[in-house]
């Protein structure tokens, strides 16, 4: 699925798809460096504010990255916010 970040401002610069292996290991790669930078800002104490990482989609694939973050990344200093259009996650999941 080719996806148009056009619309949305500073989406072309940051925002990655999650659809193909490739852009998975893209999405390894770049958590590899908020990994490096978050644990050099926290040695140095200098960590002025929030880290913020957004997951745009509600659906099956969207919360499960959503909640690798948190349980990666997660502390004080970092926040994981996923954004949906619809009215709740997972709407078409069965019980």
């Given amino acids: 699925a080719e996806v148009s970040c056009d619309a949305v401002p500073g989406a ?4 990655l798809p ?3 292996v490739e852009q998975c290991f893209e999405l390894k790669r770049r958590l590899s460096l908020i990994d490096n930078y978050l644990e050099e800002v926290r040695a140095s104490n200098e960590l002025e504010q929030s880290t913020n990482v957004v997951v745009v989609g509600g659906g099956y694939s969207g919360v499960e990255l ?3 973050l948190v349980d ?3 502390s004080n200093d970092v926040q994981v ?3 949906h ?3 709740q996650v997972l709407e078409y999941a069965t019980e």
């Fill in 12 to 15: 072309s610069q940051f925002a």
């Fill in 18 to 20: 999650f659809y193909t």
């Fill in 66 to 68: 959503a909640l690798n």
């Fill in 72 to 74: 990666r990344l997660g």
């Fill in 81 to 83: 916010t996923l954004v």
């Fill in 85 to 87: 259009r619809g009215k």
